[in-house]
């Protein structure tokens, strides 16, 4: 299972500060990011590992070196390998079919408008309205508990909060196998393109059993509090291309 972030339970000391990055052998100067440089006890089991993300307003860095501000994502299953980063273009070979693109809706966020959520084709009013979604590299899924009630109701009467993980769902694990539902999301499309669905297959709707009971599976969904964050129970089945200059992001399914 994955532990959500709960209140104060989570919390990180920063620096701001200054530096450059090279990657590939092109360097650039960052006018100042945070360093973290104390947490809370509960992220000793994932420690920071120099990771930075890339954020909507990150043109400065693809104009220092001199290439699109635009780069491409694959991600892939662990057992896999192989997952790749392309800075300032696209791999046109990780991917089938055609990218589909969705408008940005933030400048600070990579943030898109969901049409609605279905499962199995099947959609509840609470998961109808449109929602402004989170895309990031976190492993799970978090929704208002609105919304997670209403895709879980459509899945199982068997799902249950695990209380003794605030913000988790579970159901027993051997009923894993038998749980037929496909949850599609509906992403708003760019002109002249329309809209489009995102698929996570069935497979997909656990992310394994809970530490505390290990009969009893987590379910892909936390609840959060008060945002809406997809990550990468749905990006591993696509690459996903960032586009900065033009606040858009596309995607197109990877094989996986």
């Not at 120099?50 to 693809?62: N, R, T």
């Not at 055609?98 to 959609?123: A, F, K, Q, R």
């Not at 208002?144 to 027993?172: C, F, K, N, R």
């Not at 489009?196 to 959060?224: E, Y």
Request: aromatic share 12%; hydrophobic share 45%.
């Amino acid at each position: 299972g994955i532990t959500p972030v709960i209140s104060s339970n989570w919390e990180i000391w920063m620096n701001f500060l200054a530096d450059k990055l090279t990657v590939a052998g092109l360097t650039v100067y960052f006018g100042g990011f945070y360093l973290i440089t104390n947490q809370t006890a509960t992220f000793l089991s994932d420690p920071f590992d120099g990771i930075m993300g890339f954020s909507p307003s990150l043109g400065g860095l693809f104009e220092d070196v001199d290439v699109p501000a635009i780069f491409g994502m694959l991600f892939t299953p662990k057992n896999e390998g192989g997952a790749e980063l392309t800075m300032g273009g696209v791999d046109t070979t990780k991917f089938t079919g055609t990218l589909l693109y969705s408008p940005g809706l933030s400048n600070s966020d990579w943030e898109i408008s969901s049409l609605g959520i279905y499962v199995n084709g099947e959609m509840k009013s609470s998961a109808s309205n449109r929602l402004p979604l989170l895309l990031q590299g976190t492993s799970t899924m978090l929704f208002t508990e609105a919304t997670a009630l209403a895709i879980y109701s459509l899945i199982s009467p068997d799902i249950v909060a695990h209380a003794a993980e605030p913000g988790t769902y579970g159901i027993a694990c051997d009923r894993i196998p038998v749980l037929p539902a496909i949850i599609d999301i509906a992403f708003a499309g760019i002109a002249g393109q329309g809209p489009f669905n995102l698929t996570i297959p069935s497979s997909a709707l656990s992310s394994g059993p809970f530490k505390s009971n290990p009969a009893l599976c987590q379910m892909l969904i936390n609840v959060s509090e008060g945002f809406n964050l997809v990550g990468l129970s749905l990006l591993k089945y696509y690459y996903s291309v960032w586009h900065v200059d033009e606040k858009r992001m596309g995607f197109a399914p990877n094989g996986f």
